[in-house]
């Protein structure tokens, strides 16, 4: 079932690199005023304590662990944080409408519990359900190089619905700084989400 443009969308990080593309998708939908389901794996967590050098505590949660610098007053939308383990949470059902899924960045374990259909956490559970009910479900690896089994898996997540959005940044939009290849790609995934934004210069413009 295709859920409504102004549905809720979920947000899902997990242990792969590329903390700082999931945090300012956040920033961006939420000052944007989308409400967002935020999980984040127990690896995920570890790597925003060495991305980002910022301790988020998956137990007692709050929005300034992750964004310290977006104030109460900029958020438009709801955020809902669920616990990596928490089956009861409304996007493990099916029947609970959303827009569309993001998993960024996406681990290679992630990859394969959806891949396989292994649903052993709430992040893998809730990408099933994506697929299931034929929603958008994006996912965004950063590893390299791909093994055989890496590409096998991406293949067999692609073939059930899945979009694969591997963080590779653009160069040809006018690059001045780290910052402008972290909007590139999500630039890419507000396009995958059909949200429109002023991230990136598009080519031809």
């Known amino acids: 079932m295709s859920a409504a443009v102004d549905a809720p969308l979920v ?39 060495q991305e980002l050098n910022r301790e988020v505590d998956l137990n007692t949660f709050a929005l300034p662990q992750l964004l310290p610098d977006i104030a109460a007053s900029e958020l438009k939308g709801k955020l809902h944080f669920h616990q990596h383990g928490d089956y009861f949470a409304p996007v493990a059902s099916g029947s609970f409408l959303t827009r569309g899924m993001v998993v960024c960045p996406c681990s290679g374990s992630t990859l394969s519990g959806i891949a396989h259909g292994s649903s052993q956490n709430l992040i893998q559970r809730a990408a099933d359900v994506h697929l299931k009910e034929k929603r958008k479900l994006i996912l965004v ?51 995958q989400l059909g949200i429109e934004h002023q991230l990136m210069k598009r080519w031809g413009d």
């Open 141 to 191: 690896p950063r590893e390299t190089p791909l093994s055989l089994v890496y590409l096998d898996n991406m293949k067999k997540v692609a073939e059930a619905g899945a979009v694969i959005l591997p963080a590779m940044p653009g160069w040809y939009h006018g690059v001045r700084s780290l910052d402008d290849l972290i909007d590139f790609i999500v630039a890419r995934i507000l396009d």
């Open 11 to 49: 947000l899902a990080m997990t242990g792969a690199s590329g903390a700082p593309y999931a945090t300012r998708l956040l920033e961006v939908l939420l000052r944007d005023g989308y409400e967002v389901h935020l999980l984040i794996s127990p690896s995920g967590q570890a790597v925003i304590r």
